[in-house]
């Protein structure tokens, strides 16, 4: 079967490091590189935290290419206090040994697109995604689709209607959406099915290797944010969806629709319109609706457990 050649955009951030070595794990995909946005933390840390990724997966194959440091509108507004001060939950790390690439983050992602066609996972702001297109006039020809943790269909989680990789962005975002590639979108209505509970963690914990100690490790600050937040541990796997899509794209019910993105609005920005309407069933944009959370994390820990033993 051929390998889906993949370029994951991301802020990583502990839901991001889930899904990178989620991917990582999987032969379906050829991860090509991480570029890494500003988003949950600045982009000096999500770049950093994408070569930490690497090492602790032994992918030190794969490129990392430092991308937009701020939305092309205003500042940037991290979300340290979810993922942690450094992003990654804040525990100890080696200095990393895979290098930082050369090639800015757009630049790389149009010659990987201009090479053969890709897929662009986006599971952070979708700053460098709006700079590609600007940049590069036509580059979505090249894409065969983005699959995107992004948005809601009814509540946010920055604000009461913006989802935070949309809020951090919302001009960059309206203009991915309004592109011709084709669009698989994960948004919180579905993202909030998917989660790992403190059994999950402690499997993890439990499997003997760096891999499963380090992911438990990085995910149980985040576990205290929903706790405070939710009022259970039960982390939200948002970020692991898109990875999912792309590996068991069965596994997640979706709906042809129409998004667009609120960049106005003095209580809506950065909200995702999503138009479900009978008319849009054909859309080329799909949107996930529903799963199975017991499926996913019986295939998340299979996944994860591939990694090397101690
Ligand atoms: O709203 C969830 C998204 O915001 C995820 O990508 C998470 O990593 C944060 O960036
Ligand atoms: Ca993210």
Known sequence: ????????????????????????????????????????????KTTLNARRLLDLAGRRDVIVARGCAAPLVGELDEAGDVHGVDGLGDIEWPDPLTPEGPEHAVDLIARL??????????????????????RYPGVESRVERVVIMGGSSFAGNVTAAAEFNIWADPEAAARVFSATWP?????LDLTHQATLDDGDLAYLRGLGTEVGRRTAAILEPY?????????????????????????????????????????????????????????????????????????????????LARYPLD
């Open 183 to 187: 669009i698989t979108l994960m948004p």
């Open 1 to 44: 079967m051929a390998r889906t050649r993949l370029v994951i955009d991301t802020d990583p951030g502990v839901d991001d490091a889930v899904a990178i070595l989620l991917a990582l794990a999987s032969e379906e995909l050829d991860v090509l590189a991480l570029t890494c946005v500003a988003g949950n933390v600045d982009v000096d």
């Open 223 to 303: 576990a205290a944010y929903h706790d405070q937040w939710y009022g259970n541990r039960d982390v939200i796997m948002h970020d692991a969806m898109a990875i999912y899509e792309l590996l068991v794209p069965e596994a997640i019910e979706k709906q042809g629709a129409h998004v667009v993105v609120e960049t106005g609005g003095v209580h809506t920005r950065g909200e995702t319109v999503i138009d479900r309407r009978r008319g849009f069933a054909a859309s080329p944009t799909r949107v996930g609706v529903r799963l199975d959370n017991v499926r996913f994390v019986s295939f998340l820990r299979e996944r």
């Open 113 to 134: 697109a201009h090479e053969a066609p890709l897929t662009i996972a986006a599971i952070g702001p979708l700053t460098n995604l709006a700079v590609l297109l600007a």
